[in-house]
């Protein structure tokens, strides 16, 4: 199942929830512009079990990651610089407190800047912030494969956070070996790496970016390397407001999120 897929098959669960909690509570209301984002998270009521919020839809409708169906494997962001991306990664490691039983859902994260995630490293979620040239941060990768089984018959997932992929360039062999299984074989292990790159520096003959079908992109100001990334004509990049709002391809064609800024 594609993430398009998935993303519509949340949201319809995430309405059926509501209509049973809320029976005569109107629908959320659509809005122009980005939303308020604390004040539409806070109507929304429980989310459905097991799936990670990634940002509001310009109708105000969550935009969720299903951690039950690994289907649509590694997810890559891409944009220019300053368009968001370690906003979007630090988004997703503050929802992971939205779960009701503690270790439901962990991360860490491996990044050239560890300063700009030092705030996040108490997080009671939070299983580490990793320097990408230190070998602390291949140790980590090691780990995960180690716990591979034991996440596939339980309900835990990790979230494995690279923050800047395109700048880890002294990964040795054995590291960069242990990524391409996660990337491989994660999602199906609960294991759910996140990536980002730049948009100028992506490569898409890099070894693993065949493996990223899921897709989501920040504000990229030149027009060309937009089309070159989404060949959607709707999917234009430069219109994304950088630092709160992504697109991705769903089946209904291009849709905008925000995150929480």
């Known amino acids: 199942m594609a993430i398009s897929e998935q993303i519509q098959l949340a949201l319809q669960a995430y309405q059926e929830v509501k209509a049973e909690l809320h029976p005569t509570e109107p629908a959320v209301k659509p809005f122009r512009g980005l939303p308020d984002f604390d004040e539409v998270v806070a109507g929304l009521g429980p989310l459905p079990q097991e799936s990670l919020l990634m940002g509001l839809a310009n109708d105000g409708l969550p935009v969720l990651l299903d951690l039950v169906d690994p289907a649509p494997g590694p997810i890559l962001v891409i944009g220019e610089g300053g368009s968001g991306k370690t906003a979007f990664l630090q988004s997703l490691a503050r929802h992971t407190d939205q779960f009701n039983t503690p270790g439901d859902i962990q991360f860490g994260t491996i990044t050239p800047f560890p300063e700009e995630w030092a705030h996040l490293e ?54 960069r070996r242990d990524l ?66 992504f697109g991705l391809q769903s089946q209904d064609g291009w849709l905008r999120f925000s995150i929480h800024p």
Request: glycine share 10%.
């Open 180 to 245: 391409l299984w996660l990337f491989m074989h994660g999602t199906e292990r609960h294991i759910w790496p996140v990536v980002t790159v730049n948009a100028r520096r992506y490569n898409e003959k890099a070894p693993g970016m065949d493996l990223f079908h899921t897709r989501i992109f920040g504000h990229v100001g030149q027009y060309h390397i937009g089309r070159s990334l989404v060949p959607d004509p709707h999917a234009d990049l430069t219109a994304l407001q950088s630092g709160t709002q």
């Open 122 to 175: 108490t997080l009671p979620s939070c299983l580490g912030i990793w320097p990408d040239t230190h070998p602390s941060a291949g140790e980590f990768l090691m780990r995960l494969i180690g716990w591979a089984d034991v996440l596939t018959v339980g309900k835990q997932n990790v979230l494995l956070l690279l923050d800047g992929l395109d700048l880890m360039t002294e990964f040795t062999r054995e590291t």
